[in-house]
């Protein structure tokens, strides 16, 4: 395989109401907090750091500036990465990891910031994210099954409502630019009046 296909990236991600208890009881979920210094038409540049130490609620009155400067020394992990666009479940993302102090500056500093938990589960037979956004693209939650090659014949959990694989609103860095909280009505209208939808071109869903 060419080593240029490390830096894609194949996935498939699902609106949902809440954070299925189930699976977060019991679970300590990553805290992120990542800035995008650039995010137009789905390219992007995002600096992130991440910490299995703390513990914060996410709603809508998370600061990610504040959490960074409060639990700073618990930031021990830290990357920056640059995004194509998603075209059919696969975009291209190259990963590296670097400094964390030197990411916490970075962010700081500049860029749209994100804050959020993300809870990991195996289900059926895929690895799945769950985040769960705070400040202003609280109450968000949405659910993404990866693998190492395009995602099909998926089993989709339940607690998936609707698929937004390839909407670029509901990407990170579109979320950067254009938070959850100015455009969730007129989301929920689109739904409510349109139905759930779940994509037929990554061959076979099946639902439990």
């Not at 699976?23 to 789905?42: F, K, R, W």
């Not at 959990?157 to 455009?183: H, K, M």
Request: hydrophobic share 35%; aromatic share 10%; net charge negative.
């Amino acid at each position: 395989m060419d080593p240029d296909m490390n830096d894609f990236e194949f996935d498939r991600r699902f609106f949902c109401r809440d954070m299925p208890k189930e699976l977060a009881e019991g679970s300590i979920p990553t805290l992120i907090v990542q800035s995008y210094y650039v995010h137009c038409d789905n390219y992007a540049l995002r600096v992130r750091l991440n910490s299995r130490k703390t513990q914060v609620a996410m709603n809508a009155e998370t600061d990610a500036m504040n959490v960074l400067d409060e639990y700073r020394d618990d930031f021990t992990d830290a990357s920056v990465a640059i995004k194509g666009p998603s075209v059919g479940g696969t975009r291209y993302e190259a990963e590296r990891q670097i400094d964390a102090d030197i990411a916490a500056e970075l962010i700081k500093r500049g860029g749209e910031t994100i804050i959020k938990n993300r809870f990991s589960a195996w289900i059926g037979e895929d690895g799945w994210d769950i985040d769960v956004f705070g400040g202003n693209n609280a109450p968000l939650v949405v659910a993404e099954a990866k693998r190492s090659r395009p995602v099909t014949n998926l089993i989709i959990p339940d607690f998936c409502i609707t698929e937004i694989t390839d909407q670029e609103r509901f990407s990170n860095d579109g979320l950067a630019g254009e938070p959850f909280s100015t455009w969730c009505k007129d989301f929920e209208r689109e739904l409510n009046e349109q139905g759930p939808h779940f994509e037929q071109i990554y061959g076979r869903n099946r639902h439990e």
